[in-house]
T-cell receptor
Framework: KNEVEQSPQNLTAQEGEFITINCSYS?????LHWLQQHPGGGIVSLFMLSSGKKKHGRLIATINIQEKHSSLHITASHPRDSAVYIC?????????????FGKGTKLSVKP | NAGVTQTPKFQVLKTGQSMTLQCAQD?????MSWYRQDPGMGLRLIHYSVGAGITDQGEVPNGYNVSRSTTEDFPLRLLSAAPSQTSVYFC??????????????FGSGTRLTVV
């Protein structure tokens, strides 16, 4: 079983829809990261969370430490949001500090 | 501009050739790391460094070497390229290794094909 699981793997939405991407993890963490990778490959950090909720523009990220679960929400989705969204956790033990990545959720927003 | 610079962006190698992927950051970040990204898999850690002169292996280190002689640079060397090393490689850095309050900055990636 992967230590970081994302769902869904693929998501197609119509422009304007509210989108939720989920991330569950099985290890102790010091922080959780949400990353965005556009076609063409560059990876950009969207959020880093250790508790609660963060908001940036139309993006909202939440984390529930007790349930080991995080969600990334996109309100009023737009075709430019089309990308792969990657959840990664910063491991609390073992190779402390290194990220463990989910496989990503590929989002396609149609106009 | 501050950030992580990776070169080259694209590379084709023949089996058995060696090469070095360059990674440089100008943010005085303590922690640097190399990942490979393969279809259907999450990014996997190859090697990492928590400071100049200190490196350690990640999940998939075989066939790769690293060194960290300065804070800024963290090159990844392929010793004898194999088709299994065809992948997209990312370098990333963070201000500190153990702190939970610092994000990661990623390079733009190197697409490597070994034929």
């Amino acid at each position: 079983k992967n230590e970081v699981e994302q769902s869904p793997q693929n998501l197609t939405a119509q422009e304007g829809e509210f989108i939720t991407i989920n991330c569950s993890y099985s290890v102790g963490i010091s922080a959780l990261h949400w990353l965005q990778q556009h076609p063409g490959g560059g990876i950009v950090s969207l959020f880093m969370l250790s508790s609660g909720k963060k908001k940036h523009g139309r993006l909202i990220a939440t984390i529930n430490i007790q349930e080991k679960h995080s969600s990334l929400h996109i309100t009023a989705s737009h075709p430019r949001d089309s990308a792969v969204y990657i959840c990664a956790v910063r491991n609390y033990g073992g190779s402390q500090g290194n990220l463990i990545f989910g496989k990503g959720t590929k989002l396609s927003v149609k106009p | 501009n501050a950030g992580v610079t990776q070169t080259p962006k694209f590379q084709v190698l023949k089996t058995g050739q060696s090469m070095t992927l360059q990674c440089a950051q100008d943010m005085n970040h303590e922690y640097m790391s190399w990942y490979r990204q393969d279809p259907g898999m999450g990014l996997r850690l190859i090697h990492y460094s928590v400071g100049a002169g200190i490196t350690d292996q990640g999940e998939v280190p075989n066939g790769y070497n690293v060194s960290r002689s300065t804070t800024e640079d963290f090159p990844l060397r392929l010793l004898s390229a194999a088709p299994s090393q065809t992948s997209v490689y990312f370098c990333a850095s963070s201000y500190t290794f153990t702190g939970s309050n610092y994000g990661y900055t990623f390079g733009s990636g190197t697409r490597l094909t070994v034929v």
